[in-house]
């Protein structure tokens, strides 16, 4: 299993940036497909970010072109940066395996508003 804590969210206005930092454990961590879900109040978790062993991305529509994930394997860390960001990403923002495999982390907070 991998652990998972993320870190990174916080307050920002309406298209502001913010990075998301995904520090995993474990060693397999280099072959796994990575993703960045996110939960907003009354909904259900939704994968918005996800990347594969060998560094190919996808993105929910919702977020394309404005959000990007990236991975450093030598450090067991997944990011998620995300620009010009809306009020509707407001969401605790979650990483785990794709399909997810490990138990939940805390999450980050993330809230856009002015």
């Known amino acids: 299993q991998v652990q998972l804590v993320e870190s990174g969210g916080g307050l920002v206005q309406p298209g502001g940036s913010l990075r998301l930092s995904c520090a995993a454990s474990?060693?397999?961590?280099?072959?796994?497909?990575m993703g960045w879900y996110r939960q907003a109040p009354g909904k259900q978790r939704e994968l918005v970010a996800s990347i594969t062993r060998g560094g190919s991305t996808n993105y929910g529509e919702d977020v394309k072109g404005r959000f990007g994930i990236s991975r450093v394997n030598a450090k067991n860390t997944v990011y998620l940066r995300m620009n010009s960001l809306k009020p509707e990403d407001t969401a605790v923002y979650y990483c785990?395996?794709?399909?997810?495999?490990?138990?939940w982390g805390p999450g980050t907070q993330v809230t856009v508003s002015s």
């Open positions: 785990n395996q794709v399909p997810p495999r490990s138990a």
């Open positions: 474990g060693s397999m961590f280099s072959i796994n497909d």
